[in-house]
């Protein structure tokens, strides 16, 4: 519509017509993203047997866009789910500089879900310990995850969900080729070696640009990422742009992608550790395929009728 030239009271008239019809088409964006998440994380629970019966999830949350997803969807597939499993929010306060405490404990208290923020200074002993200029990224990371694990072992946590999503598992994977000179990414499921403690990863099928602007519509109260003041990850950021080059680019690609590392085959890699050469057969037992195709519509995944349990 064109304004130019229309009165001002008939140009307030035109913009309060149209918030309605607004409204109407973020409500109809707002649930086709909410089904097609709950279709996904609903999926990567099944195939990746993520939660069982009875199992007490914590949902580690940073305050960013896709810790506040994964706990919004999962809240949303506990009400339908054909198993019981419990729920906790747990945030870890770190100290930074100008963090809002109050932001998350205002919104969990709203939602009515069980949550505990977990305070300890790792702030100061990052600043302590990393000299000036360097990334503090690899420490703050390992001191949080030491503190999220112990305290999951001792409130009778049986799955640490994060919220990294499938954009973060092929960033992953890129970043060890290129860098670290391993063929691995973050797990969906993974174990750790002393047994202590298993995180999930329910986001793990889905798109990163679909859970922003789900995060964006639902109007999730955001906590900046960068209060620690810390470098930005350039290599993973290299990564990232190049990722949304290819998906403006060549749309299909990262989905492509993402089927590969669920489709290995060790017989035509070349780790000796996973295939035996020499008699033709892999080592370690067979792998499990995963279905990573496309549901089909009228497959009701957000239901969670499909775990293995």
């Avoid at 001002?8 to 035109?14: L, N």
Wanted: glycine share 6%; charged share 30%.
């Amino acid at each position: 519509m064109n304004l130019v030239g229309m009165p001002e009271a008939m140009i307030a008239s035109s913009e309060q017509s149209l918030t309605p019809e607004r409204e109407r088409r973020e409500k109809l964006e707002l649930n086709k993203l909410q089904k097609r998440l709950r279709r996904e994380v609903g999926q990567a629970i099944a195939d990746f047997s993520m939660i069982e019966a009875g199992d007490k999830v914590m949902c580690c949350l940073s305050g960013g866009k896709d810790s506040y997803a994964m706990l919004d969807i999962l809240l949303n597939l506990q009400k339908s789910a054909p198993v019981s499993f419990e729920l906790i929010a747990v945030n870890l306060d770190q100290k930074q500089p100008g963090f809002p405490e109050e932001v998350l404990p205002e919104y969990l208290s709203s939602m009515g879900i069980e949550y505990h923020i977990i305070e300890k200074d790792t702030y100061s002993i990052v600043k302590e310990k990393v000299p000036e200029g360097k990334t503090t990224c690899g420490l703050c990371s390992r001191l949080r995850r030491g503190i999220l694990y112990n305290f999951a072992e001792e409130h009778g946590v049986t799955k640490i969900a994060l919220g990294h999503h499938r954009d973060d598992l092929l960033e992953t994977l890129f970043l060890n080729m290129f860098y670290g000179g391993k063929l691995k990414t973050m797990p969906p499921v993974l174990h750790s070696d002393d047994g202590r403690n298993t995180v999930i990863r329910p986001l793990s099928y889905s798109r990163e640009k679909d859970i922003a602007r789900y995060a964006a519509l639902r109007e999730f109260p955001i906590i900046p990422c960068n209060l620690c003041g810390s470098q930005e990850n350039l290599q993973r950021q290299v990564i990232k742009d190049m990722f949304q080059s290819w998906d403006k680019q060549h749309p299909g690609r990262l989905e492509t992608m993402f089927r590969a590392i669920c489709n290995v085959e060790p017989s035509h890699l070349a780790d000796t550790s996973l295939y035996d050469f020499r008699e033709g057969k892999r080592l370690g037992g067979k792998r499990q395929a995963v279905n990573t195709a496309e549901p089909e519509a009228s497959a009701d995944f957000g239901r969670l009728d499909v775990l293995n349990i």
